[in-house]
């Protein structure tokens, strides 16, 4: 069973960049598809991208699709959201999220998920 925690959020103007980090333990992440997701104050859980277990295929959804860029390390257990061109409307609870055996965005579809790591977007 996996266990995952984020890191990597922070405070950065409109226009930087930042990289999270899901450290997975407990399992190794070719057990599990990774998907990232956000939670903004007051609205529901987003699907932002995921990373299949099988090929490493991935996939982003619209609003982050080039700026956005989810990759995997397996030496190191850990999948990673590297984040250009950030905006204000980016700003949200970031989290991590494993499930086996299956390719999606649906947060209802995971299994297991990390903490979360705050993102905030602001001049």
């Known amino acids: 069973q996996a266990r995952l925690v984020e890191s990597g959020g922070g405070l950065v103007q409109p226009g930087g960049s930042l990289r999270l980090s899901c450290a997975a333990s407990?399992?190794?992440?070719?057990?599990?598809?990774i998907g990232w997701f956000r939670q903004a104050p007051g609205k529901g859980r987003e699907g932002i991208a995921c990373?299949?277990?099988?090929?490493?295929?991935?996939y982003h959804v619209p609003s982050v699709k080039g700026r956005f860029t989810i990759a995997r390390d397996n030496a190191k257990n850990t999948v990673y959201l590297e984040m250009n061109s950030l905006k204000p409307e980016d700003t949200a609870v970031y989290y991590c999220?494993?499930?086996?055996?299956?390719?999606?965005?649906?947060?209802?579809?995971?299994?297991?998920w990390g903490q979360g790591t705050q993102v905030t977007v602001s001049a």
């Open positions: 999220a494993a499930v086996a055996g299956i390719f999606t965005t649906t947060p209802a579809r995971y299994t297991f």
């Open positions: 407990g399992s190794t992440l070719d057990d599990y598809a």
């Open positions: 990373i299949s277990p099988i090929d490493g295929s991935t």
